[in-house]
């Protein structure tokens, strides 16, 4: 295996950096599809105009996820640095931004409570494309009162039950000859569905249930008919490959259950097992109970100072078995960010194919007082690209948003190939929170199995913890911001 250049992206204007290759505003569009290959040509061609449309739906964690989100500013920047087309969301989240070049970056700049933006930019885009911005994560836990009741038949082998249910809700009650559960509202949905899952005293599961459509509301009750028996050791996960650098393989296995009204899916991983330095197939038997599916995945870890690889897979509740390739993408070093360079950069290891990248930055601007201000910025790169820059002198229309060198900015990458997806025009119209986080994507059944991403090791997050630990931090927040006004 061996390292790979790539290609250095600045982020407003156009420049050659030596022994990078060509650098664009952002980043360079024209790289052949599903490569890592960088595109070195520098010469300038007739380059194509026409509109892209962009789609805004809702982020963390205020409203009903896919809630389709108006006035949010959009801006442009074209290949050389200069200032593009530039609109706002009407009422239906859309904007048709006009005269836009090939290889242009394009940014959604969206206002957080307490001031501070997310930021989303799509580089590289061609006229005719059709962008989605959105966040995915289940609604704050916030604004309900009371309890639901869910009745169950007795199981008298059973050490816990446990119920999953709306807006990251779970709470666990004694098993054996325990028939009821009540879960407390915490958010205001209309229904819920509630997954159950009973396990014995050596943490097992021995049975699973789902729930639909309850009400969710105070004194309200629902009723589980039977349950699923499930069986120990009865789950087959294998992977496939040379497994070159690769020191262990770990696989789980989840029971997930739909959730309704805006909320996302309740899980419980209940299978889980590893092989070290595997060579040829590796394979362990797990133990998973039956939902509306089985979500299973497998994690690489390398032998190299590098981050992991993850494969994802949804499958139908009365799977058995499933079997993945080793994923082919390349390994991917740790994100270096410097604030005071306005850079960062990354290698890659391996000439594995992958559709494109992920950037999450972050930073936290001085108020002038003794607190800061939390902006977060998602970046879509085409694969190859191994350097990231922006500068501290921007164009007006983007000023406002961005980073400048006295801020702290940090951050994590990934490497996405999804399933659904062939090459960097497949993904840069797919919707922003299947590229973020294939993990949950394929979780809740919206991405097709076969999923494959690459993290940046230490520094970094998987894109799914990415996902759980800013919605953690945002809820929080929330919380507090509103805490402080009823006190007020």
């Not at 006035?71 to 200069?82: A, E, L, R, W």
């Not at 289940?138 to 009371?146: D, E, L, R």
């Not at 004694?174 to 050596?202: E, F, W, Y």
């Not at 108020?367 to 977060?376: A, F, H, I, L, P």
Request: hydrophobic residues 35%.
């Amino acid at each position: 295996m061996r390292r790979f250049q790539g290609v250095a992206a600045s982020l407003f204007a156009c420049a050659c950096v030596a022994g990078c290759g060509k650098t664009t505003a952002l980043v360079d569009g024209a790289v052949a599809a599903d490569s890592n290959t960088a595109d070195g040509n520098t010469t300038a061609d007739a380059t194509p105009s026409g509109d892209v449309t962009v789609t805004t739906y809702s982020r963390c964690c205020t409203e009903k996820w896919k809630t389709l989100e108006p006035d949010i500013q959009v801006v442009s920047i074209q290949p050389n640095g200069s200032p593009g087309p530039k609109g706002t969301t009407d009422a239906t989240g859309k904007t048709t931004l006009s005269g836009v070049l090939q290889g242009a970056s394009v940014t959604a700049a969206y206002p957080l409570d307490g001031g501070g933006y997310q930021l989303v930019t799509m580089a590289g885009v061609k006229p005719g494309d059709n962008l989605v911005f959105g966040d995915i994560y289940s609604p704050s836990a916030t604004g309900g009162t009371g309890a639901v009741t869910i009745n169950f038949p007795a199981v008298a082998a059973a050490t816990t039950i446990y119920a999953y249910y709306a807006c990251n809700g779970s709470t666990q009650v004694a098993g054996g000859a325990t028939t009821s559960i009540q879960l407390g509202i915490n958010c205001d949905l209309p229904t819920t569905n509630v997954l159950l899952v009973a396990t014995d005293d050596s943490a097992q599961v021995i049975a699973t249930g789902v729930v639909k459509g309850v009400t969710f509301t105070d004194t309200q009750t629902g009723t589980l008919a039977s349950w699923n028996p499930v069986t120990a050791n009865t789950f087959t996960e294998s992977m496939t490959g040379a497994f070159d650098d690769v020191a262990e393989i770990d696989f789980a296995a989840q029971t997930v259950a739909d959730g309704v009204a805006g909320d996302q899916v309740m899980s419980y991983q209940s299978g889980y097992g590893y092989v070290s330095q595997p060579s040829g197939t590796a394979t362990v038997m797990t133990t998973v109970g039956p939902g509306d599916r089985i979500f299973a995945y497998a994690t690489l870890r390398p032998t190299l100072q590098v981050g992991n690889k993850e494969v994802y897979a949804a499958l139908a509740p009365t799977a058995t078995s499933v079997t993945f390739d080793e994923p082919a993408l390349p390994w991917l070093t740790p994100f270096n960010v410097s604030s005071a360079a306005e850079a960062a950069t990354w290698f890659t290891i391996g000439k594995g194919p992958y559709d494109g990248t992920v950037a999450f930055l972050q930073w936290c601007r001085n108020d002038g007082g003794e607190g800061c201000t939390n902006s977060y910025w998602n970046l879509v790169i085409p694969p190859g690209t191994t350097t990231l820059a922006w500068s501290n002198t921007p164009p007006a229309e983007i000023a406002a948003y961005v980073p400048v060198d006295t801020d702290n900015v940090t951050g994590s990458l990934q490497l996405v190939d999804l399933s659904s997806a062939n090459g960097f025009d497949d993904l840069r119209n797919t919707p922003e929170w299947q590229i973020t986080c294939p993990y949950c994507a394929t979780q809740d059944g919206e991405l097709p199995t076969g999923s494959t991403l690459a993290d940046g090791g230490e520094g970094g997050f998987v894109g799914h913890q990415l996902r759980v630990e800013r919605q953690r931090m945002r809820q929080t927040l929330a919380h507090v911001e509103s805490a402080l006004r009823t006190a007020r």
